[in-house]
């Protein structure tokens, strides 16, 4: 499978300012996240970012990247910009990574490339949650599957609902034989479909749930899904995470 990844990097962030910016060792952190995809097998890796001081890092890095508007909704429509300027083919798979998972499995971006096919146009990663705390916290996002792997629906409520062992109250430990599947943020879309994304109307699901993901099932176009064994390591929210990372890189 051939694929680009793009790398949408926001210099603005609520909590953590100047976040794609953030030393890792010497390297700025959207370096490091490009370094990661470069790891993946893909043809090419490209930042598409909103401020000159994150396109001045990459190059100091050897790393590409391109200026986009700076009034994108979402990374979504960042990378549809990008994937335009790059002139790449409606059938050419495009990856969307964030520029905040220094960390990120590259074989994950591969596997989720890979979904992309006849009739699917867009994919995304899934990993088994085994415990309860994660299965009821509505900031931790379930998807349930088809039997073709493909998504039947994303949300924060825990889905499936296990009626008989939940009746009760919500148990400290999950039911034997019952694993929901955890959402993980990694997307990849074929380019056509990419374009056509952002002119899709906005679903009332995805405002109830705010995930804007549900936009896609709404008006009716699959998503397969990966899913992989263990958990990604987690991507960069806050100053906690921030130093976690950094003591990964030494």
Request: aromatic share 6%; with cysteine; net charge negative.
């Amino acid at each position: 499978m051939t694929f680009t990844v793009i790398i949408p990097a926001r210099l603005a962030s609520t909590r953590l300012p100047n976040k794609p910016l953030a030393d890792l060792a010497g390297k700025p952190m959207v370096v490091r996240v490009a370094e990661r995809a470069a790891l993946s097998g893909a043809e090419r890796i490209i930042v598409a970012t909103d401020h000159p001081s994150i396109l001045d890092a990459c190059a100091a890095h050897g790393i590409a990247a391109l200026m986009t508007r700076d009034d994108h909704p979402s990374g979504t429509d960042r990378i549809a910009e990008v994937a335009r300027a790059l002139g790449l083919p409606p059938g050419a798979v495009v990856v969307n990574l964030q520029g905040d998972e220094p960390l990120i499995d590259p074989a994950l971006l591969a596997a989720c490339a890979a979904r992309i096919g006849a009739g699917v146009p867009m994919a995304t990663c899934a990993h088994p949650l085994h415990d309860a705390a994660d299965s009821f916290n509505p900031n931790v996002v379930k998807v349930v599957l088809d039997k073709a792997g493909r998504a039947l629906y994303f949300s924060r409520a825990t889905i499936p609902w296990a009626r008989d062992a939940f009746a009760q109250s919500r148990p400290a430990v999950l039911p034997a034989g019952y694993v929901p599947l955890r959402h993980i943020g990694l997307y990849a879309y074929r380019n056509d479909f990419l374009q056509a994304y952002p002119l899709l109307e906005v679903s009332p699901l995805e405002t109830i749930e705010a995930l804007e993901q549900l936009r896609v099932l709404w008006h009716g176009h699959p998503i397969a899904v990966h899913v992989t064994d263990a958990a990604p390591a987690p991507g960069v929210d806050t100053p906690e995470d921030l130093e976690r990372v950094r003591a990964h890189f030494g």
